[in-house]
């Protein structure tokens, strides 16, 4: 069995540092959509396996404790499968249709984007479920409070990118 690396929840922030949405977001369409592709998408796909990763050893080390997330490693799983296919399809679809400033089949893409935010705001009030809103108890290891410190994270971040998204694009 390998040695599991634990980080501290102010490891964990420092790690992943939260940034507001909108106070740095430009507003022509080219340089928003290469912004939420390096503000969001790259950060989501660097950050949701580290939040798998240490879901699996919460899971593992406190499932005799009433309050630990059982399930929720699963969950960030699933999400992040879900996550893929939906910026999949802002990148081979939307994208390059607001990029060359096409109209044809707009309509359209923008509302299967707006079904893909429903779904994941949904994964999202799970993912508050899972985590009772992102607080740990208070005697809970330093690997259970980095899991809701991150968890809060990637909460914050999906919803500031819908936001931008649903507000701009």
Known sequence: MRAQTVISPVEATDRFPAQAANDSAPTDIPALIDFIVERYRRTHLRELPDAIRLARQVEQLHAADPDCPLG??????????????????????????????????????????????????????????????????????????????????????????????????
């Not at 296919?85 to 359209?108: D, K, V, Y």
């Open 72 to 169: 929720l490693a699963d969950h960030l799983g699933a999400l992040a499968v879900e996550l893929e296919a939906h910026q999949w399809r802002e990148e081979t679809t939307l994208s390059p249709m607001l990029r060359i400033g096409t109209t044809n089949c707009l309509a359209f893409v923008a509302r299967r984007m707006m079904d893909d935010h429903v779904q994941l705001e949904m994964q999202v009030m799970a993912l508050q479920g899972f985590t009772r809103r992102f607080r740990p108890s208070f005697e809970a290891p330093f690997c259970w409070q980095a899991l809701s410190v991150l968890c809060r994270k990637l909460e914050s971040d999906l919803r500031e990118h819908a936001q931008l998204e649903h507000e701009i694009l």
